[in-house]
Every structure is written in C-alpha cells, then in structure tokens.
C-alpha cells in the first residue's frame, strides 16, 4: 500500500536526479518513510486516493515536478505553496473548483494540468501567474473572462470539452500565445478579424464544434486557411 521507489529523471539543467514513485498503489496519504527524501526533484503520486498532502512536504523545496493526478483532491493542498521550485504540476483527474492564491507563490511554474476536474470557470488567480502552458480539459467551463490577457507568458492553452459558447477574444491580447485548443465545445463563429491580431498563433483546434464561420471545411485545413477565409469575408 505505501510501498514507493526511487527512479531518475532529468533536472532542468540536464542532470539525472531523485524522482520518488507511489503511482496506483491505492495509498490513502503520502507515507511518513518518505519523509527524509527532501532532495529528490520529482514526486509522482498519481493514481492512489489521497486528498490532503502533509505539512512536512514544505521541506521538500527542490522538487520541480510534482504528479498529483488520479487521487480525490478537493481542495488545492496548501503546502504546494511552500514547494517553490515546481515547474510541472499535474492535478488532472480529481474533483477540484477552484484555486486559492497559494498558486501565485509557485513563481517558476511552467505547466499546470488541471483536466478532468470540476470546475465551472477558469480561476482568475492563475491569471497573475507566469505559467507557459496551461491544460483545463473536460471541466464544466462556460466562459473565458477578458483576465486571461494578463497571461503574457502563456503559450498554450487547452480547453476541449467544456461548454464554451463564444471563442474569447481577449486571446488576441495574449502575445505570446502559439497553440489553441479548444475542441469539443458550443462555439458558433469566431470574432470577426481576431485570426489576424493572433501574430504568433501556430495552431488552432476547433473540431466539433457547431460553427458556421469559419465553415468546417475550412477549419479542417488548418489555421493558414481560417485567416484567407477570415481575410476574404471581412466585409460581409
């Protein structure tokens, strides 16, 4: 049941380094014998049934990835707060709604995965974050306030799934901004004259969704033919 192993994996400087496992073993809290492990840089813990994490993991300052994912989270775990050297956190696959402002002190946090949850907006605290990536499938999101353009690092932004009814315009604000997906949702047309104000998009996702501009044949044949549709229709 808390029978963990030590395996490695690369630093950010490109070195192996400790990586402790407790992955699908039903564990119901983290195991107190792991407790001196404070040097490792990974903590994957996905898959068990945790929903708190302990006060002695503020210890633990040099882990840069931490895998949460697949266990009962129903609030975000305070002491994440205090691990400030985490570039990628995945919280996919548990029951969360929101995100207290304990985010914003992961000052080196490059991706966050927060599919598979329950929540029914984006939480506007990760908006006064610097995250590069950020992964919120299948959740119950209806919309994307204007905030999000406070996100100047965000390169990509998944949001499949959800019940978005209007693609956010506040996107164009976002200058760093290369990939969007955002699949699988109720979106009936794209703003007109948005695809040319997204300088650096290289990727935009739209399947399944019922849009009648662009049509889907354009849609299907990739960004460079929305922005010619765009292009050739902006005065309808």
């Known amino acids: 049941m808390g029978d ?60 840069q990835e931490l895998n949460l994912s697949e266990n009962k989270f129903e609030k975000f775990p305070a002491v994440i707060g205090d691990m400030e050297a985490i570039k990628v956190l995945k919280m996919s696959h548990n029951k969360l709604t929101s995100l207290p402002k304990d985010i914003t002190y992961l000052h080196r946090l490059e991706e ?24 919120i499938r299948n959740n119950k999101i209806r919309c994307i306030p204007a905030g999000i353009a406070k996100m100047k690092c965000l390169e990509v932004l998944v ?4 019940q978005l009814e209007e693609f956010p315009e506040a996107l164009a604000e976002m200058p760093n901004l290369r990939e969007v997906f955002i699949k699988k949702n109720q979106i009936e047309r794209l703003p007109r004259g948005l695809l ?41």
């Open 112 to 135: 966050l995965y927060l599919d598979y949850n329950d929540f029914e907006e984006i939480p506007e605290v990760i908006f006064e974050t610097n995250i590069k990536e950020l992964y």
């Open 4 to 63: 963990y192993k030590v395996t490695k994996i690369l630093d950010d400087k490109g070195d192996m380094r400790d990586c402790v496992e407790l992955i699908r073993k039903k564990a119901d809290e983290v195991p107190e014998k792991m407790r001196s492990k404070t040097n490792i840089i990974g903590l994957r813990l996905q898959g068990n049934d945790i929903t708190d994490l302990p006060d002695w993991l503020e210890k633990f300052t040099k882990v």
């Open 159 to 162: 949001v499949d799934n959800n």
């Open 196 to 236: 040319a104000k997204m300088c650096k998009l290289e990727v935009l996702e739209l399947d399944e969704n019922p849009l009648d501009s662009p049509p889907h044949e354009v849609v299907m044949n990739g960004i460079k033919a929305m922005v010619k549709y765009e292009q050739e229709h902006e005065n309808d």
